[in-house]
């Protein structure tokens, strides 16, 4: 690094004030310190999760992870995440199959099509989406999406295709699996598509020329060669919306409708790692329970940092692929 | 079509209608896919703002809540607001300098070993969902010691930092190696370098990084909810005890079965989502601002 | 005597090359396969190339000469509607292909493209495989019969079977200039267009490279029709039947615009120029 270079020569300059060569010290150490902070903080959330979840993890072990069960009563406490590894599982994927051809048709349209004057205002529209802050759409999802969802699509899918069993008979009060999903995929979307959105910017224009230039249509290109060029960014894109999805608590905590079970009825409630979390902290009575949470928790934790770490190592490669170096975007 | 009535001489067709109709569609779906996702944004915010705009008043910005109240007494949800900006700007205190600490840290000293661990540690941190922070958070400082205002502040801050550092890195880079060359060159020491010449330089890149920080903070509920919610209904400023704050709020009435509860959510709904979306256009807008200015260097 | 030197009708050739071309079959025998009239190609309100009129020939090389920024690489571009890429450009004039207006918004650039084929200044083979790069259009265009064996003639034709016969799905980016170029050649003609344009195909090549790319030229006239931009006469003089000169013009306002100055047979245009432009320009007086 240069830098390093222009300290090493500055050390070797005829005569620096001692006074001055504590203030590098000084600046070095605290900047340093900040940094080193930040590693121990990660370290420390780490343990603090795992030491919040001990009781619980004592009493059950690794089997948490597989039993479907969540019974506060006293007395018959028996605690599992299962249920939870489902339902998350489920809004995850089901959200991100909406949201992932949405999102590439947007990065297309802004890309390819659209008319360079609404190029930037549109774009900016979709960033805007991010910034809705998660517990107005949830508000929007549980007062008005849901009651909308309830009277239309849900009772028109159970009709049509209720023989799938993904389409039972509708919720009764507008929460389901079902919102959630779409709340869900609303939140990954503008994040996917800006991606996609650089990613096809990237594309080199002699890239897309030479395929122009023999006589294919505007969608073959895409399909030829462009998608198969940003292939790699694009599966980060979509594991950074999964995360995004992992994590959500408060708008899937409104919308989900609460339940302890294992079933494919996308229409009824259920919840997901973190919507339980936000859903029955206050209310927790036992430590046991307060530690079970805790170790819901550390689930969620463990597979976002999978996710994390994947996506960062699919960017890595793909950078050095394509031979640019490009600072990680989270 | 064109291309037909020129066969057998020149323009062959081989299929190409076929090829076209698909592409017309094509390209028809990913201009559907963009009227969505503007739709969508649409929707949200009309809704907010037809619902929230009627329950808008003063009342609302400056009288405590009253729980469980039968009359119709004038009631607002002071103390979330004032909550908020106690909370948010005590995260922004503590996140700010730490996170450009660390970025100078990064960007003028480190070597690149451990620019790239600790920059993989940043995006960790990034990743760690706002639930499993306030968890931490409970566990570092609610537990035995009860809630307060600072817990939640500092809550806000571990979500803050990665984005401050970050967005701090990227204008520090920015920052032209010659500036410090030149500096340098003249017997300045690092430091001084560092301070006077290269983070003024960023000030703008800083700023708007902040901003867009706030902005995503100001709306966060999870962290806050095991931190900083089980409070009284009296405005306070003191962050000692557990302030009440918008977005947590919102969530809890959402959760109400009461109707005016829930015109309450959706005033205070759009007074954050205002607040936010103008606070992520004066971003973008100082951040081009402050392009303009760097390419005219 | 005096007085006797100037007014020189003759010029010395001083453009002597090795060329394998064999002497033009008389006019009246050619055939015309564009029919440009009257071409002004413009980017943004500024015209880059001004009232081109002329003829290019089947079965021929075309060689388009002039000095940079005389707009010879938009006007080959306009012979495939390439220029239709970018936002800013418009045209007016004609270009008859086979007696149809190519120009007319009413014809699809994509049927255009399908019959002229165009290959680039800098090798732009797809991030695939040596054997997807060829087949890859073909299967989108929907030749479907003998593709491993029409993969092996492109290759054949465009000098690079040998090289790649053993590692054809290796990819196409480990190989040098010279091979992806000759790639992109391969890829360009296996769909059998009818003509391939070139857009200075080697001049990010070396000498060797160049070379293979002129004798395959030479060799495929008899399928292909040859349009090339090049900005190096020797090349122009060694593989080009017919040569257009284009040359800078200048306007009011520090306008400039390129001009179509001479296009002949090649032989002419390097041995007795009719326009004093372009004597100075081949016997690099300027340029």
């Not at chain 2, 190696?177 to 020491?189: F, I, K, M, P, Q």
């Not at chain 2, 095991?226 to 919102?250: C, R």
Request: glycine letters at 10%.
């Amino acid at each position: 690094m240069t830098s390093a270079e222009l300290t090493a020569d500055a050390a070797r300059r005829p005569f620096t004030g001692r006074r001055v060569q504590w203030g590098d010290l000084i600046l070095q150490v605290v900047a340093g310190g900040a940094a080193l902070g930040v590693t121990v903080l990660v370290g420390l959330i780490i343990w603090k999760v795992v030491e919040g979840a001990r009781l619980s993890i004592q009493t059950y072990g690794l089997g948490f992870i597989f039993r479907v069960a969540w019974n506060p009563v006293l007395g018959h406490e028996l605690y599992g995440a299962g249920s939870f590894i489902f339902g998350t599982a489920v809004t995850s994927f089901f959200a991100l199959l909406l949201a992932a051809p949405i999102s590439m048709g947007i990065a297309l349209y802004l890309t390819e099509l659209a008319p360079a004057v609404i190029r930037g205002p549109v774009t900016a529209l979709v960033e805007t989406l991010a910034a809705i802050p998660s517990v107005v759409l949830g508000l929007w999802g549980i007062l008005v999406l849901g009651p909308a969802l309830r009277t239309t699509i849900q009772p028109w899918l159970h009709d049509g295709l209720g023989f799938i069993p993904l389409f039972g008979p509708p919720s009764s009060s507008g929460a389901s699996i079902f919102t959630a999903i779409i709340i869900l995929a609303i939140m990954i979307l503008p994040i996917v598509s800006s991606i996609s959105r650089e990613l096809f910017l990237g594309v080199p224009s002699e890239l897309k020329e030479g395929a122009y230039g023999l006589g294919v249509t505007r969608w073959e290109v895409v399909r030829g060669v462009m998608f198969p060029y940003a292939s790699g960014g694009i599966a980060a894109a979509l594991i950074l919306g999964l995360g995004r999805a992992l994590g959500e608590a408060i708008a899937v905590t409104q919308v989900i409708g609460g339940g302890v079970f294992i079933h494919w009825n996308l229409f009824s409630g259920g919840d997901t790692l973190a919507s339980k979390i936000a859903a029955s902290y206050q209310g927790s009575t036992t430590k046991l329970q307060t530690a079970s949470l805790i170790y819901l928790g550390l689930i969620l934790l463990v597979f976002s940092l999978i996710v994390n770490l994947l996506a960062q190592w699919i960017v890595r490669r793909s950078a050095r692929k394509h031979g640019i170096v490009r600072g990680g975007h989270a | 079509m064109s291309t037909q009535e020129v066969t057998g001489h020149g323009l062959r067709v081989d299929g190409l209608g076929r090829r076209k109709a698909v592409n017309r569609l094509m390209e028809s779906l990913a201009w559907v896919a963009a009227l969505i996702a503007i739709a969508i944004l649409g929707v949200v915010v009309f809704s907010v703002a037809r619902r929230g705009l009627p329950a808008l008043n003063l009342d609302l910005l400056t009288k405590d809540p009253i729980p469980f109240s039968l009359t119709n007494q004038p009631q607002g949800l002071a103390n979330a607001f004032v909550g908020t900006i106690v909370i948010v700007s005590l995260a922004t205190l503590m996140a700010l300098p730490v996170g450009i600490l660390v970025a100078i840290y990064l960007n003028e000293f480190a070597p690149a070993p451990i620019r790239n661990g600790v920059t993989m540690i940043l995006d960790i941190l990034n990743g760690v969902p706002a639930i499993v922070i306030g968890i931490f958070v409970f566990g570092l400082f609610v537990v035995g010691h009860g809630q307060s205002g600072w817990a939640g502040a500092f809550a806000l801050a571990c979500l803050m930092l990665p984005l401050v550092s970050r967005s701090t890195m990227e204008i520090l880079a920015l920052v032209p190696n010659s500036l410090r060359e030149a500096s340098l060159g003249l017997g300045v020491a690092r430091w001084r370098t560092t301070l006077s010449i290269v983070l003024p330089q960023s000030v703008g890149g800083i700023l708007t990084g902040t901003v867009l920080a706030i902005a995503r903070v100001a709306g966060e509920t999870a962290p806050l909810l095991f931190v900083s919610s089980f409070v009284g209904t009296k405005t306070s400023w003191n962050p000692l005890h557990a302030l009440q704050s918008v977005p947590v709020a919102i969530f809890e009435l959402s959760e109400s079965p009461d109707p005016a509860d829930h015109a309450r959510a959706w005033a205070a709904a759009f007074v954050l989502l205002m607040f936010i979306l103008l606070a992520s256009l004066g971003a973008r807008w100082l951040a081009t601002r402050n392009r303009r200015k760097m390419m005219g260097r | 005597m005096e007085g006797a030197e100037e007014m020189s009708t003759t010029i010395e050739p001083t453009v002597r090359v090795e060329t394998r071309r064999q002497p033009m079959p008389p006019r009246e025998r050619l055939e015309q396969i564009f029919d440009i009239q009257h071409l002004d190609a413009i980017y943004g309100g500024k015209p880059a190339v001004k009232d081109v009129t002329m003829e290019v020939y089947k079965h021929l090389v075309t060689a388009i000469i002039g000095p940079s920024g005389c707009g010879k690489s938009t006007f080959i571009r306009c012979l495939n509607r390439m220029n239709d890429l970018i936002p800013s450009f418009t045209q007016t004039g004609t270009i008859r292909y086979h007696g149809t207006d190519i120009c007319r918004s009413d014809i699809d650039a994509v049927a255009v493209r399908r019959n002229i084929g165009m290959v680039f200044q800098r090798p732009n083979p797809f991030p695939k495989s040596i054997h997807d790069n060829v087949a890859w259009g073909m299967k989108v265009l929907g030749i479907k019969d003998n593709v491993n064996e029409r993969i092996e003639r492109a290759l054949t034709q465009a000098a690079l079977w040998d090289e790649v016969k053993d590692r054809l799905k290796a990819s196409a980016l480990s190989l040098s200039g010279g091979q992806q170029q000759r790639l992109c050649i391969a890829r360009a003609i296996a769909v059998e267009p009818d003509v391939v344009l070139m857009d200075e195909p080697a001049s990010a090549l070396d000498p060797i490279a160049t070379q293979a790319i002129e004798e395959l030229m030479h060799n495929l006239k008899s399928e292909y029709t040859f349009v090339i931009v090049t900005h190096n006469m020797q090349q122009a003089a060694r593989v080009a039947d017919m040569t257009a000169f284009f040359s800078i013009s200048h306007g009011g306002e520090g306008q400039r615009w390129g001009e179509l100055v001479e296009y002949d047979a090649t032989e002419k245009i390097f041995t007795a120029p009719s326009d004093k432009r372009t004597e100075d320009y081949v016997t690099g007086r300027f340029g």
